[in-house]
């Protein structure tokens, strides 16, 4: 049967920028005679990331970018560890310069044979893929060297394969459970697909959990599963294995290392796979994430010998917009250098660009958290209809949290609108991944000031304003970034900022907080037209006293694009814009 | 407010019966409150009292005179070795009074006195459950003028409220559910607490699984339920299944046990947020099931069958291992060597004239004998036909434990005694003297004991 390989834009356009002659392996979801290439992995010593892409995106081929002629000898030999798949598939790349060319092939019995290959959009693999998220905690005891760890962890893995595990909706009582004849969910009418588990879940209540993933035009379905385990025996016969309870002492002196390990995983299943098929891969999916943090244990472990207690690590999920994929990391509470070098190397293997972090703790998905009703929104602006302007439209980078007004019980009308829009650009900082520290209180900024010896100690708890000279003093002292400042003499003098904004947006990203008059706005982007010189500014107002509804935010204007007049002629202003260090 | 109290019409016989061999007997009423109504299941008079002294003499057994001879803390005593019989959701409700005298008009104050310590006796033993609130059942039968009339008396307030006892032909709808409860527990002795006795660990064990199980949820027939619905509805489109019990061929709906499975939310458990190392003294694991048969009153809800199963679990664990430590000596337990301590198991017995099973509990080498022994003494029951005793949790074949304890390839054995891999008896504790072990694995015990008595 004819092989389809399908490769994502994304993967074709890293390729395609390939500059050096390398290998690497490729990962992707094999559907019957379909091949979805979503990643890839670039030889790097022994690197092997499998375990960092979602379940279900498997080692499905290699890639070889090449001067003269790729070495089919060596990539026939290596396909053969490919188990996904008896045709693996085969991208050569002859570097060229700017635009290399891509040729696809597949690697049957030996033989390399030509096979085109369809570009797919993100759009067209997300409305196909859905990801299962699985969560619950374990627990692990062992002696404390690395072979009874191995032990220990061996132990786990065949405890969670042993079909005590279950699965559990967070919502609505539906379980799937391990039994191999008969129904093997529990609070289920039929047998849905996770398309249908989805709509069930969404109409229940959660309707913005579809999001936007920045400005491409999909989005990432997410359905969460916790693991439960049962903790009673079905058969009520007399069963040999068993027996009645027995205390077992033992009174060896030992080192024990006791590991609690909080599994999060994703899985990337296709739309119409049916729910009750999923224990397999569920459980599949919890000994991938053992393994990844077993692996990372040992590093660790083998650093420093743990002495007392070490901060558990986290999981942390980061959906690398360059790579289109979720790439899932373990995290302990390393050095700084160590940290930085082991994400330096990740984005050499991912072929990431290093200008900015995608891998730092902020950079972490953010997840639609059901518990969080009243949450901040994220990114207002993502929706709004685009100007008549026709011009060069530069926008803020990333995600940023809307601050504004009257949040966290604190009654700032009148006088915190600068707070606010500091707050929204140390979000960004946050999210970004630049910055390791929560957004800061009005108490914080206001001590910081009081430390700086920019304001009296009677500053502090006091409802004065601050402006843009402030925002840059907190900034930098709270989380280290230096801002640049820019004047304007009146607000009609912002019509000929164009060039200066744009280029900060193309090469910062980040808002810009600016204040005049009495009122303080953060600007998140322009639209510039440089030949009829008209700019349009994307504004989010601090001035906003409502709940969080976007509708409201977007529909009256307080997220919105203005024009020149939006700025008061009478006033001067002074705008901050946050600098941004290039790296990791 | 009048209580309404019901039990089967066999027992009026049953305690008529005695004034003929006793001037005045006390015995528990034993079943389960539900919504406020006593349901009464078995009678059990206490044996009559005697000291070790006489006891050592060979005296013959007195019998009471009048109320005022009843030992209070022999009858709670009693209590408290009934309770560990009972599955969970039931108690030891009250006592009764078989006595010509007058003693609930007015209140004998005898009976306040005899109330209290019983409530206390029960209230005392953790995880026992003993207690089914402050009030307990009082009911008094006269042999003279064949009345009976029973109050309940609440301890705490030394209020009496009337009771509406009444006797009726079979009811018999008790409902029947089923588990088997599985653990593993691993606890460490740490260098801090390493000294003071075995038992003193067990509890913070048991109080850790107790902890556990509250937060466990349940599911009944493979299916979740609302806490607040009737189990009645639970079997409501079950089939009665073919009359397999002889006992209850007269009886139309024997009701298919509710299987119940038990789950533990691994992701709503808490977990501490380190990883830490530990120079541990040792470690203590407990493993095995524990097998339980619920009944309970069909107007009971979900939530409070939860209740009673996570009751029963404790109560026939924590019963099991102090019935274990009684039985040692302090020799035995100040030893400081690897053990496999094999508290006695449950035999699930179903009791002749209900359909109801109650526990009993029997070390390595007791049988079938002392289980008609129990059930004589404590619930006054003279097993003289054919006694279903189920054996579902079965007798562990310690010796794959002792291997895992001291495998040969231990290291760090410098510092604690040389202990031998092979499996040298006398240097445990259980599976000592033990003559001879019944059966592995276990079975359904039919005890024929000459059938002279059938019904």
């Known amino acids: ?584 | 407010m009048t209580r309404q109290a019901e039990g089967e019409e066999y027992w009026l016989k049953y305690l008529s019966d005695i004034p003929t061999n006793y001037k005045c007997a006390v015995g528990l009423i034993l079943g389960q409150v539900v919504s406020q109504k006593y349901h009464v299941f078995h009678f059990a008079k206490t044996p009559p009292f005697q000291t070790d002294e006489d006891k050592a003499a060979g005296k013959p057994l007195v019998t009471m005179k009048n109320i005022l001879e009843i030992n209070d803390s022999f009858v709670a005593d009693h209590a408290l070795q009934a309770t560990r019989m009972l599955p969970g959701g039931m108690h030891v409700l009250g006592v009764f009074v078989v006595s010509d005298e007058e003693i609930l008009n007015p209140f004998n104050s005898k009976l306040r006195t005899l109330l209290t310590t019983v409530n206390k006796t029960l209230g005392n033993q953790n995880y026992l459950f003993g207690n089914c609130g402050s009030e307990k059942l009082i009911f008094h039968y006269s042999g003279k003028t064949k009345r009976y009339l029973a109050k309940s008396y609440n301890v705490a307030s030394s209020s009496i409220t009337p009771v509406d006892f009444k006797f009726l032909p079979k009811i018999n709808n008790w409902l029947n559910f089923e588990f088997k409860y599985v653990i593993d527990y691993l606890y460490f002795i740490s260098g801090n607490n390493y000294e003071g006795p075995l038992n003193r660990h067990i509890k913070i064990i048991l109080d850790n699984i107790n902890k556990k199980l509250q937060k466990y949820f349940f599911l009944f027939n493979d299916e979740f339920k609302e806490s607040d619905e009737r189990i009645e509805s639970i079997n409501k489109k079950k089939k009665i299944p073919r009359g397999s019990s002889k006992r209850n061929i007269d009886n139309n709906a024997e009701e298919k046990p509710v299987q119940v499975s038990i789950y533990e939310d691994t992701y709503s458990m808490e977990i501490p947020d380190k990883i830490e190392t530990e120079k541990v003294m040792g470690q203590i694991r407990i493993i095995g099931e524990v097998a339980s048969k619920l009944w309970l009153n069909p107007k009971t809800t979900i939530s409070e069958v939860e209740q009673a199963i996570k009751e029963d679990i404790m109560r026939s664990l924590s019963g099991r291992v102090d019935m274990h430590w009684d039985s040692l000596t302090d020799e035995e337990l100040g030893e400081n060597i690897n053990t496999v301590h094999e508290p006695p198991r449950r035999m699930l017995i179903t009791l002749p004239d209900s359909n109801i099973s109650i526990s009993d509990y029997l070390f390595p080498g007791e049988g079938a004998e002392d289980v008609k022994t129990s059930l004589e003494e404590l619930l006054d029951i003279k097993a003289g036909n054919e006694l279903e005793v189920l054996d579902l949790e079965g007798q562990a074949d310690i010796s794959q434990y002792y291997q895992e304890t001291s495998s040969p390839e231990a290291e760090c054995d410098t510092l604690i005694p040389q202990v031998s891999t092979n499996i040298s008896s006398h240097k445990y504790l259980i599976g000592v003297g033990t003559g001879f072990l019944i059966l592995v694995i276990s079975i359904i015990l039919h005890i024929f004991l000459k059938g002279d008595n059938v019904k």
């Open chain 1, 1 to 584: 049967m004819k092989t389809n390989v399908k490769i994502s834009n994304n993967l074709i356009e890293k390729l395609q920028k390939l500059h050096d002659p390398c290998f690497g392996k490729l990962y992707g979801i094999v559907i019957k005679d379909t091949i979805y290439v979503l990643g890839l992995q670039v030889d790097k010593d022994d690197a092997n990331i499998l375990y960092s892409f979602p379940n279900e995106v498997d080692f499905c081929g290699l890639f070889q970018s090449y001067l003269q002629n790729p070495d089919t000898d060596t990539i026939i030999q290596r396909c053969n560890d490919i188990d996904v798949t008896d045709t693996p598939v085969f991208l050569g790349i002859k570097i060229n310069g700017n635009n290399n060319h891509i040729v696809s092939h597949v690697i049957e019995s030996n033989k390399v044979t030509d096979a085109s290959y369809v570009p797919v959009k993100l759009n067209e693999i997300y409305s196909n893929f859905v990801h299962v998220r699985i969560r619950g905690n374990l627990f692990l005891n062992s002696e404390a060297s690395e072979t009874r760890l191995q032990e220990s962890f061996n132990e786990l893995s065949k405890d969670i394969l042993s079909g005590t595990l279950a699965f559990k909706l967070p919502k609505g009582n539906v379980i799937l459970t391990g039994k191999d004849t008969g129904n093997n969910t529990v609070g289920l009418v039929g047998d849905p697909t996770l398309g249908d588990i989805l709509e069930l879940n969404q109409s229940n209540e959660i309707t913005q959990k579809k999001r936007k993933v920045e400005d491409d035009d999909y989005s990432l379905d997410i359905i969460n599963l916790n693991f439960i385990k049962k903790v009673s025996n079905d058969k009520y016969v007399v069963d040999q294995k068993q027996h009645a309870p027995v205390v077992v002492l033992d009174k060896k002196l030992a080192d024990v290392i006791k590991v609690p390990i909080k599994i999060d995983f994703l899985s990337l299943i296709q739309r119409n796979v049916h729910f009750s098929t999923l224990y397999n891969i569920m459980l599949e999916s919890i000994l991938k994430n053992l393994n990844l943090f077993e692996n990372c244990l040992y590093v660790v472990l083998r650093e420093n010998e743990i002495k007392g207690k070490i901060d558990s690590p986290e999981t942390l999920h980061f959906f690398v917009k360059e790579c289109g994929h979720f790439v899932t990391q373990i995290v302990f509470n390393r050095s700084t250098e160590i940290l930085k070098k082991e994400r330096e190397a990740l984005h050499d293997i991912l072929l990431i660009s290093k200008q900015y972090p995608v891998f730092r703790k902020g950079n972490k998905y953010q997840f639609y958290d059901e518990n969080r009703k009243n949450k901040l929104l994220l990114n207002p602006h993502k929706g709004l209809k685009s100007t008549n302007n026709s011009g060069k439209v530069c926008l803020v980078k990333g995600n940023y949290e809307y601050y504004h007004y009257c949040q966290d019980k604190i009654d700032d009308n009148g006088w915190g609108c600068a707070y606010r829009s500091l707050q929204t650009l140390a979000s960004w900082f946050k999210l970004q991944g630049y910055a390791n520290k929560e957004v800061p209180t009005f108490k914080d900024i206001q001590t910081c000031l009081v430390d700086i010896g920019d304001k009296p100690s009677s500053f502090i708890d006091s409802r004065q304003w601050i402006g843009s000279t402030e925002v840059s003093f907190v900034l930098n002292t709270l989380l280290g970034v230096t801002s640049k400042i820019l004047h304007v003499s009146s607000g009609e003098e912002m019509a000929f900022k164009g060039p200066e904004l744009v280029n900060h947006f193309e090469v910062h990203g980040s808002p810009i907080m600016i204040g005049g008059g009495v009122l303080a706005h953060t600007i998140l982007g322009v639209d510039y037209n440089q030949e009829t010189g008209n700019i349009k500014f994307l504004i989010l107002d601090p001035h906003y006293t409502g709940e969080e509804d976007l509708s409201i935010v977007q529909n009256k204007g307080w997220c919105g694009w203005k024009g020149t007049e939006f700025w008061d002629k009478g006033s001067y202003y002074n705008m901050c814009l946050p600098q941004v260090q290039i790296g990791v």
